[in-house]
């Protein structure tokens, strides 16, 4: 029995050629498409039909898109975040939907450390400071000095911990879920409330899901109650903060300013006021570059897909 599979992952899409030859000999038909940052609903719809399995990235899985596939059994979606797929309507169809878990775990909280490295000892902007001809110090901190507040004590928020108490930083932290003594026993970090966080932090590090309780969660009045001058790092989804608010925050100078490696809109628009502000780094999207880590995720996501599909794979 042949299986129609739409491959639509931006990181699988460049290599797909090194599996085909091992999906086809399981009966996998590949329908490769052609994807940028993440397909819309509009170009999902025409692409589905007949399909009976996705690997996919952030693509716009909507109730509309998911009733057009018919024949589709699992959505093996490459990554972690599953926020795009309108998982309720999946289970009404009877679609099983997957992730990979944990994949990115060391690169994202390597990420975060380096945006705290950055801003604590102004190293961008010293760089830049020389390359225009200056000569001026930069006013810096030792990381042991700061307060890193930590939003989201999933596995990468407790790699943020790890990293940050490894460097005598005090740590505080909010989950949705009761933080485990062993989470405090080994990082030193203190559960505290949101606003306590918001308060106390010099450096506030996004980790948690996007999901119906987090979606702008930092909002106009959260981001009002962070410490004057403190940094916020969003590493985990754009739709966690309030753009809009977070852009006023920083014109206004209440805030240090901002690390970003995600956005409301990707790509970020190039008339986005963020592009042009000094005390802003951005990055696409790319906190969890590594490829050993995409190589797991390649066969992670296939090993899901086929699973799912009801197929062997003697390979493994």
């Known amino acids: 029995m042949s299986h129609r599979v739409l491959v639509s992952a931006p990181y699988l899409v460049p290599v797909v050629d090194r599996y085909r030859e091992r999906l086809e000999r399981l009966g996998i ?37 998911l009733r057009a596939a018919t024949r589709l059994k699992v959505i093996s979606k490459w990554g972690t975040g ?3 797929i309108d998982r309720q309507a999946a289970e009404r169809l009877g679609i099983l939907v997957c992730n990979t878990p944990g994949a990115f775990t060391d690169p994202v909280a390597d990420s975060v450390m380096g945006y705290l490295l950055c801003f604590a000892r102004r190293i961008p ?42 460097f005598g930083m005090t740590v505080l932290g909010v989950d949705i879920r009761p933080v485990s003594p062993e989470v405090v026993a080994e990082t030193g970090l203190v559960p505290v409330a949101l606003d306590d966080l918001l308060g106390r932090s010099d450096f506030v590090s996004v980790n948690c ?24 790092i969003n590493t985990a989804r754009g739709g966690i903060v309030d753009e809009r608010a977070l852009i006023a925050g920083l014109e206004a100078g209440r805030l240090g300013g ?15 006021p963020l592009r042009r502000m000094d005390n802003v780094l951005l990055a696409a999207h790319n ?21 799912g599909l009801g197929v062997a794979d003697l390979a493994r």
């Open 29 to 65: 038909a590949l329908q490769v498409a052609a994807v940028g940052e993440r397909l819309e609903e509009h170009e999902l719809l025409p692409l589905v039909p007949g399909v009976d399995g996705v690997i996919c990235g952030d693509d716009r899985f909507t109730d509309r898109v």
């Open 82 to 84: 599953t926020d795009s």
């Open 125 to 166: 902007w010293s760089a830049q400071t020389l390359r225009t001809g200056g000569w001026q110090k930069q006013p810096s901190i030792a990381l042991r000095e700061g307060t890193l507040g930590i939003i989201g004590v999933g596995a990468i928020g407790r790699a943020v911990a790890r990293r940050a108490a490894a």
């Open 209 to 232: 899901d996007l999901n119906p309780t987090s979606r702008r969660l930092l909002d106009a009045s959260r981001l009002a109650r962070m410490k004057a001058g403190a940094v916020l």
């Open 258 to 272: 901002a690390a970003l490696d995600v956005f409301e809109i990707e790509p970020l628009p190039a008339d986005s």
């Open 287 to 307: 906190a969890n570059s590594s490829p050993a880590a995409w190589t797991f995720v390649h066969e992670r996501t296939i090993r899901n897909l086929l699973d």
